[in-house]
């Protein structure tokens, strides 16, 4: 059976117009849409636990906190993919905002820093696992379409992040054990993207921008005793993630090596005299 309808001269149209109803091409110019233009995000979500940050005084060397969960998941459209190409859909996140800081009363402060952001030098720094750059990860993270595939591929991509550090009651620097902390304060902010890459060419789609803040600020009276000593000050819930409704661009350094982890430095940073690394880089 002819496949076009009768009572149309069989040029080229009449093709297009025959494929277009059946479903085959959503292109009136008869040419397969491409990838970039047929991926689609179906459903994003992104939210901060509304939990407050907890905090454990049980150990006589450090204070360790928990901050709530930020997540972000996303139901994605692949349509069929033509040719033998390798797409991953997934999350990459960077952070572009470092403060925190560790109050020891009169003596000073001990400070996580990212060198090269704090001296303005890159816009942003990798958050990957380290492992699997540029994604943040490899599991629920992201989802890997390898061509050609013949039906449409629905999944789902989705991570989640939060702080559980341990801070010593002690000034780092010092030999004694002797509780001196006296403030916590941390205000990070990040940029998680969902994005497509082919893995030959290396072509990147961003198909979603969201920015998030962890904001935490705990008081802490030293000389009291273990387990009454700190306290949870505002913001107690966190300000929720905002889905951007333009997309922006990912500065180089949140594709690449190092990530935060690898490139933070612990500084002792004293009232009186200069700072001193702590802990250099690993990297
Ligand atoms: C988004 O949240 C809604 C409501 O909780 C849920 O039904 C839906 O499955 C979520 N979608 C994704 C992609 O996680
Ligand atoms: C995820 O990455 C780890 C570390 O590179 C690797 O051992 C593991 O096989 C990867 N898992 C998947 C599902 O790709
Ligand atoms: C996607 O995965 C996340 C995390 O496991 C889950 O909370 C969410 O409900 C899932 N959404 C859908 C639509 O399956």
């Given amino acids: 059976m002819s496949p076009c309808p009768a009572g149309h001269s069989s040029s080229l149209w009449t093709l297009c117009v025959w494929l277009h109803a059946m479903g085959c091409i959503q292109s009136i110019r008869c040419k397969p849409r491409s990838f970039r233009e047929s991926i689609m ?7 901060i636990d509304q939990n407050p940050t907890s905090i454990d005084e049980t150990s006589s060397v450090v204070l360790r906190y928990r901050t709530p969960h930020f997540r972000a998941s996303a139901r994605v459209l692949v349509p069929p993919v033509a040719g033998k190409e390798t797409w991953t859909v997934g999350w990459i996140q960077a ?27 890159i816009e942003a720094i990798s958050d990957s696992d380290g492992v699997n750059y540029p994604w943040y990860g490899n599991t629920t993270e992201t989802c890997t379409i390898v061509g050609p595939t013949r039906k449409d591929t629905k999944f789902n ?18 030999d004694s054990n002797l509780p ?4 916590i304060w941390r205000d990070q902010s990040f940029t998680t993207w969902l994005v497509a890459i082919n893995q030959a060419t290396a072509e990147t789609l961003v198909l979603q921008t969201i920015r998030w803040r962890m904001r935490l600020h705990v008081a ?18 966190q300000e929720q993630p905002q889905i951007l409704g ?32 702590v802990i250099p880089p690993k990297y």
Avoid at 180 to 183: F, K, N, T, V, W
Wanted: charged share 20%; glycine share 6%; net charge neutral.
């Fill in 95 to 121: 952070c572009s905002h470092m403060e925190f800081y560790n109050k020891y009363g009169a003596k000073g402060m001990s400070s996580w820093e990212l060198p090269d952001l704090r001296d303005g030098k």
């Fill in 180 to 183: 001196q902390l006296s403030s």
């Fill in 157 to 174: 991509v989705s991570m989640n992040d939060n702080f559980y550090p341990s801070v010593t009651w002690g000034v780092p620097v010092s």
């Fill in 41 to 47: 995000v179906l459903e994003v979500n992104s939210s």
């Fill in 220 to 237: 802490i009276d030293p000389d009291k005793p273990l387990g009454q000593r700190a306290r949870l000050l505002e913001p107690v819930a």
């Fill in 246 to 277: 333009k997309n922006e661009p990912i500065p180089p350094n949140a594709m690449v090596k190092p990530n935060a982890n690898d490139a933070q430095v612990l500084m002792w940073r004293p009232k009186i005299g200069d700072p001193i690394v």
